[in-house]
């Protein structure tokens, strides 16, 4: 592989990964406290830059600047250096040898930093998708498919109160390990997904209903989305009857699949299509599975159904090489 190719299969990918480019070769991202810089040419233009950057940390939010500077020469340079002028200023130098995938940095210097040596190794190996279209919201058919979710649990909800019938119909279409392995009514693995106990569990249920569904079904298309929402809502139920067994019903379980598949996402193509970074939303996910173990009322392992399967049939309608 050539240097151009190298260096622009490496650009690519710091891209998808949020990075910005304030320079042809010099690229910075902002993970509050740290702000990252990687710069491709150790010249004295990257490295004043560099320096004015530390000098402003503060318009970043940001308490510590680590920069990287790498080389991709033919032959490893002889200086490689590995400096910090103090606490909030990390200066390290790496190179990188194209045809052996190898890495090489300064004496006591880390060789790993954000996967950012993994972005070396997938750009030497050409193993580069292409960058995904941002998605214009204003552009592209509405998401149909999660306002009718939304719309059919709506109406259910309102039937339940109106007809004075609330607790018949939660009895008749809810999932329990009786209802499943005793009365084979294996309809309620779908059903249980569209009723809510009442309007603060459909509320909830609503806000990452709309934050997230919106963002899955203009990025996997109607059709695949809802397959993708059934199948979430299925593998919920599912572990929920096996693992919990108590009568439940409610829309959490397809929901957390949407935020499993919408980590992917991120991983993937950067927080354009779910306005968070990676870290932001895995906290979110992380936060939001154990606060199900905190409250007796709520199906946890319906929650951990829903998200591992949104992982794996996330990557697996998404994945170039199946597609």
């Known amino acids: 592989m050539t240097e151009p190719v190298f260096l622009e299969n490496f650009k690519t990918l710091l891209l998808q990964k949020d990075f910005e480019a304030i320079t042809p070769d ?7 406290p740290v702000l990252y810089a990687i710069c491709l040419k150790n010249e004295l233009p990257q490295k004043q830059m560099i320096d004015h950057l530390h000098e402003n940390l503060q ?11 790498i080389s991709v020469e033919e032959h490893t340079p002889h200086t490689l250096t590995y400096a910090h002028t103090d606490d909030t200023y990390f200066l390290v130098t790496w190179h990188y040898d194209i045809q052996k995938q190898t890495l ?14 993994k972005l070396l190794k997938k750009a030497a190996s050409d193993d580069v998708i292409p960058s995904a279209p941002k998605l214009e919201i204003q552009t592209q058919p509405k998401p149909y498919v999660t306002y009718s979710i939304f719309g059919i649990c709506v109406v259910l909800l309102l039937f339940m ?15 329990s390990d009786i209802s499943i392995f005793v009365d084979k ?4 693995l779908l059903t249980s997904m569209f009723f809510h106990t009442g309007i603060m569990h459909l509320g909830t249920n609503s806000i990452y209903l709309f934050y997230f569904g919106t963002r899955a079904e203009l990025l996997l298309g109607h059709k695949k989305y ?6 979430c809502g299925i593998c919920g139920s599912v572990a929920s009857v096996c693992l919990s067994g108590y009568p439940a ?8 699949g949407i935020i499993g598949g919408m980590l992917v996402a991120v991983k993937k193509y ?27 009322d709520v199906d946890h392992f319906a929650h951990m159904g829903g998200f591992l399967s949104g992982i794996l049939l996330f990557y697996a309608m998404t994945n170039p090489n199946k597609n």
């Open 26 to 32: 010099c690229f910075i991202l902002v993970e509050n």
């Open 59 to 69: 318009e970043f939010y940001c308490q510590r600047l680590i920069c990287i500077f």
């Open 104 to 117: 090489t940095a300064a004496p006591d210097a880390p060789t790993k930093i954000l996967g950012i040596e």
């Open 161 to 175: 109160i109106l007809s004075g019938q609330k607790d018949l119909l939660l009895d008749s279409f809810c999932i």
């Open 185 to 188: 009514e294996y309809y309620r």
């Open 226 to 231: 809802l397959l993708f929402y059934v199948l």
């Open 249 to 256: 019903v409610g829309a959490s379980d397809a929901i957390f």
């Open 270 to 296: 950067g927080s354009t299509y779910t306005g968070m970074n990676y870290a932001t939303l895995l906290l979110l996910a992380t936060s939001a599975l154990l606060m199900g173990f905190l409250d007796i």
